[in-house]
């Protein structure tokens, strides 16, 4: 409705995951080049979770679009039977035709099985991403883990990222699938953008959509955008598609805080304080117990677990800054580790380089002088009409289909670098030049001239 008023080329804050508006922030950048890492290094399980809308499906896609020479299989309903999840996916990898005759479970394996032994000999990757995946039942997530045994001497046969909101955390610490997650080498966790990111967000996603820069936001509506959505971007997408709808009713470009909120009453959103909010919530002052009683209530909890609080608060400090520091180095050697992957690819991309240099410089060039065209006897005192010289034989061929209708018969002769395009054997110039001038009265081969044979084929 209001991508003509904006000049815009498509909706800038749809909520399908289009891997083109892509927004690199610091958690999102972070947790892509971690997930690109794992994949290459062929550590086989990966995870990616987060809160809803904050982009889970969105990385994947990415995920899919950055990875060459690989074989894919996104799973996007969790609420499957193992035996389809395994045809789900033997039909993503063409393995198998949707509508084929029905196979045992084990025969989809084997078939699996086979087809990424192929692959891996072809020097290509196979991936399985399952979206919602907190929602898989049980015996399917074993069927999962199962997969993951798909694997050589060397390494991992198959990829699979399960992505899925945070309970799929707690899920996998469930005692029944312990041996699956301790499988998992790489674990990624969406956070909702920072308050500096949102207008960078904004501004990138209307530039992706054909924005010239003359869409604004004001400072006030973007500090209200930020409270409502908290950084969501699924949040922030539809406070903003609300908002240019109102901005075109009102026939402005710039997007103020009066537009915003009545995007956000639209909306029905709340701030996360209001969210937090408990009916029946009664302040103290509203309390029927009275404050003196309720300060010794305090004062004797307080006083029973201050002891043992005071027991146990350097043993607490200690572990805990032992965790810090384990989850600091395992973060360093991570980074650590998607840099030295970076530079390697920058190095082979240099070889290669140099490589196809020192070949081009070891090649012997061509000699420059032109070579004598051989002239037919009965040929040599011909005249003809010369069309034009082309560089490849393809070219002066393709330009002969423009001369139907003409009686004479057209030639390409190579002439040194070249290829000549002539019209005819004449043995009179004049009689050349009459049938020339009668195309050239037709709006045909202007520019063509009339030679001998000697002279229309033969370089200068």
Do not use: W
Not at 149 to 155: I, V
Not at 343 to 354: A, D, S
């Amino acid at each position: 409705m209001y991508l003509e008023f904006f000049g815009l080329k498509e909706k800038p804050f749809s909520l399908t995951p289009d891997p083109k508006f892509f927004f690199q922030s610091e958690t999102h950048k972070t947790n892509l080049d971690l997930a690109l890492y794992g994949i290459k290094a062929r550590e086989g399980f990966l995870v990616i979770t987060g809160a809803i809308g904050t982009g889970k499906t969105t990385i994947c896609r990415t995920i899919l679009g950055r990875m060459e020479k690989t074989h894919s299989a996104l799973i996007l309903n969790p609420f499957l039977s193992e035996e389809e999840l395994l045809e789900s996916i033997l039909h993503d990898f063409g393995i198998m035709e949707k509508g084929a005759q029905k196979l045992t479970k084990q025969e989809m394996i084997d078939r699996l099985n086979q087809f990424l032994l192929d692959t891996s000999k072809a020097g290509e990757n196979a991936l399985i991403i399952i979206d919602e995946a907190q929602n898989l039942p049980l015996p399917v997530l074993e069927q999962i883990r199962i997969l993951s045994n798909l694997e050589t001497d060397k390494e991992k046969l198959l990829q699979i990222i399960l992505v899925g909101q945070l309970g799929l955390l707690r899920l996998l610490k469930s005692p029944q699938l312990k041996q699956l997650d301790q499988r998992i080498s790489v674990k990624c966790q969406l956070s909702p953008l920072k308050k500096e990111e949102v207008q960078r967000y904004i501004e990138y996603r209307l530039m992706v959509a054909g924005s010239a820069g003359g869409i604004t936001f004001s400072p006030e509506s973007l500090e209200l955008i930020y409270e409502y959505s908290m950084g969501i971007p699924r949040l922030i997408n539809l406070i903003c598609d609300r908002a240019l709808l109102g901005a075109y009713t009102l026939q402005s470009t710039s997007i103020e805080k009066e537009t915003v909120e009545k995007a956000i009453e639209n909306l029905k959103l709340e701030k996360k304080e209001q969210k937090m909010k408990m009916p029946g919530f009664t302040s103290f002052a509203s309390s029927r117990v009275s404050m003196p009683v309720l300060i010794a209530g305090i004062v004797i909890a307080v006083t029973a677990i201050g002891f043992l609080i005071f027991q146990n608060i350097q043993g607490l400090r200690a572990k805990s800054a032992k965790r810090t520091l384990e989850s600091r180095l395992r973060q360093l050697n991570l980074a650590r580790q998607v840099e030295k992957s970076r530079l390697e690819e920058e190095l082979k991309t240099l070889q290669k380089q140099v490589e196809e240099l020192s070949a081009k410089a070891s090649t012997p060039q061509p000699a420059t002088s032109t070579p004598a065209v051989a002239i037919p006897p009965e040929l040599r005192g011909v005249y003809t009409i010369l069309i034009g010289a082309f560089k490849d034989k393809e070219s002066a061929v393709q330009r002969t289909s423009g001369l139907k209708g003409v009686q004479q018969k057209a030639y390409v002769i190579a002439s040194g670098k070249d290829y000549r395009l002539v019209l005819g054997q004449f043995k009179e110039r004049n009689e050349a030049e009459t049938v020339l001038q009668s195309l050239q009265t037709r709006g045909e081969l202007a520019g063509a001239k009339v030679l001998t044979f000697s002279e229309a084929v033969i370089t200068d």
